[in-house]
């Protein structure tokens, strides 16, 4: 399966999604845009708070390509974060108090400087997370020893996995992830993470395999954590499911399967003004592979940039983006939807 920019889709352009977005919410199904939804709550324009997340998408480049990806990566994006980049992040991070960096992909270790940009992150004395997509760790032995290196660092992992059984994983993420992701699980458990007398953090990311909202977080979590321990040995400290956001892979997946009107519908009319207020990009600055910056990860990947004069990670200025209001669209009916959605889990 290639990535639809490899496959020259016309939705690998990020005007179309924009453009299909609005027409699907204001014509087809002739609902309220976004912005509108945040005048009647009393919440536009969105303004954000002090960054407490500095997110940074290393790269496009993936050893999946999941059905339902937002960023459309695969083994074929060639989209690299270089280390003349990582370092401007470094060198802004440094000029913050931000206590978290957030590293994300693609599969952020496929990145040829990860090691060395979470290192020199440590020696600032940063809390590093990283969204591991789990089969990276025994998809080749130069992988391996990841557990390891996350340990020794301190690393918190964050690990998608849409379900506790094969089918549902493998249908949205490709034949025989679930078996890689249960063995990579049982890897980092090996070394402590998720321990119940350990700090080492593991956490699980869910996100429906369909047209739907996730269910109730807290279900959901003592779903997992039951089946995946009695049936595998598998611990892990906490459960974010997060909802798909209708952009990229999961837009054409809606599309092409005949759930458009019904799954955007859903969104709009479960927009919930607490999950507003709570939503990541109030607290998070998106820094892309070629150093750009985004109010959040799902903006990067429609290339709505900050509203802001600064808007590389070499003019990085903290009490400048603090002016910026929140570049938002149609999109963001996904993360305002019944219980929220963030990088985090729920946000109400």
């Not at 991070?93 to 270790?109: C, H, M, N, R, Y």
């Not at 002016?323 to 963001?332: D, E, P």
């Amino acid at each position: 399966m290639k990535s639809l920019k490899a496959s020259g889709h016309q939705l690998a352009s990020s005007a179309v999604q924009l453009q299909s977005l609005h027409d699907e919410v204001a014509d087809t199904l002739q609902l309220p845009l976004f912005h509108e939804k945040l005048q009647d709550a009393g919440l536009f324009p969105l303004l954000p708070n002090q960054p407490a997340i500095f997110q940074v998408n290393v790269g496009k480049m993936c050893n999946q390509v999941c059905k339902h990806c937002h960023v459309d990566a695969g083994p074929d994006r060639k989209e690299i974060m270089t280390r003349e980049t990582m370092q401007q992040c470094l060198d802004a991070l440094a000029k913050t108090s931000i206590a978290t960096v957030d590293l994300t992909g693609g599969a952020p270790e496929m990145n040829p400087d990860f090691r060395w940009f979470v290192e020199e992150i440590r020696k600032l004395g940063r809390h590093v997370i990283v969204r591991c997509n789990l089969t990276i760790i025994v998809a080749n032995p130069k992988y391996n020893d990841l557990p390891e290196f996350f340990r020794q660092h301190r690393v918190e992992v964050v690990s998608s996995l849409p379900f506790y059984n094969a089918d549902k994983t493998d249908r949205q993420r490709g034949k025989g992830v679930f078996s890689d992701s249960i063995k990579a699980l049982g890897m980092l458990n090996a070394v402590g993470y998720g321990q119940p007398d350990s700090d080492l953090k593991l956490n699980l990311v869910y996100n429906p395999n369909g047209a739907f909202l996730p269910g109730s977080q807290d279900s959901l979590t003592r779903q997992f954590k039951r089946v995946l321990f009695d049936e595998f040995g598998i611990v892990f400290n906490d459960l974010f499911a997060i909802t798909n956001i209708p952009i990229s892979r999961y837009l054409d997946y809606l599309i092409s399967s005949g759930n458009y009107d019904a799954y955007m519908e859903k969104l709009v009319n479960a927009f919930n003004p607490v999950a507003a207020m709570g939503v990541m990009c109030r607290d998070t600055i998106s820094i892309s592979w070629d150093g750009f910056l985004y109010d959040c990860d799902f903006n990067q990947m429609l290339d709505l940039k900050v509203a802001s004069p600064v808007q590389h990670v070499q003019n990085f200025d903290v009490d400048t983006l603090s002016q910026r209001t929140v570049v938002i669209n149609q999109h963001c009916y996904g993360c305002t939807a019944g219980a929220g959605s963030s990088c985090g889990g729920t946000t109400a």
